[in-house]
């Protein structure tokens, strides 16, 4: 009877785990992220029963370190993570994501360890952090980077001009061409501005040399 007593404390754990790995994926899907509900709360309880093998499953084996399968866990979501994270170009997707479900193991491996007040209280501050994190704080904010491909005529230092349009002091690349007399620039600007299609659209009523204006960081 201890024994089946002992199983269902283990078990309550591992529910434990994924209650708690629940409301750590409800706050992610609230936000449209990669991984959402299911992804950390299979890692919460997965953790968490990963733990309680770890620490209870070997207790007749002489000499067992139950600490090797709880160092396994935390390099196993590593590669986990890993899958998550895009790189593209000057922007980084996922990176958030990531240690979010790297966090949330943690969390199982702590209910199935027992800590059930670190495991409780690990999950409310994680949820915390996120949510604040979120908030409309300049602080908080991560500058965003676009490019803007600009064709235009140089007929006299229209290239200046340009700058001084987008408020940027160089061109990230330029390119140059000549046809039926003309010297064309292809242009790319790095900006963290955005700027409206009202704007843009003024910009190439006003001023003709401007042949056309895409935005290219989604390349």
Do not use: P
Not at 159 to 164: A, D, G, H, L, Y
Not at 169 to 179: P, V
């Amino acid at each position: 009877m201890e024994y089946w007593r002992e199983e269902l404390i283990y078990l309550l754990r591992i529910v434990l785990s994924i209650l708690l790995g629940f409301f750590i994926g409800f706050e992610r899907k609230l936000r449209f992220k990669e991984a959402g509900i299911r992804t950390h709360t299979i890692v919460c309880a997965g953790a968490a029963l990963m733990m309680v093998v770890s620490k209870y499953g070997f207790a007749d084996v002489a000499d067992f370190d139950a600490s090797r399968v709880a160092a396994q866990i935390v390099s196993g979501i590593g590669f986990i993570g890993a899958g998550m994270i895009i790189y593209r170009k000057t922007l980084i997707r996922g990176l958030t994501t990531a240690a979010g479900v790297w966090a949330t193991a943690g969390v199982g491996m702590a209910a199935g360890s027992g800590l059930y007040i670190v495991a409780v209280g690990s999950t409310a501050l994680l949820i915390i952090v996120q949510c604040i994190m979120h908030l409309n704080f300049k602080l908080f904010k991560t500058k965003k980077y676009l490019q803007l491909r600009v064709k235009f005529e140089e007929i006299c230092d229209e290239s200046e001009t340009v700058k001084r349009l987008f408020a940027v002091e160089r061109f990230a690349r330029i390119t140059a061409a000549r046809e039926d007399g003309k010297l064309y620039y292809d242009a790319i600007i790095t900006t963290d501005r955005e700027f409206s299609v009202e704007y843009i659209a003024q910009i190439l009523k006003e001023n003709e040399f401007i042949l056309s204006v895409e935005r290219c960081d989604e390349d």
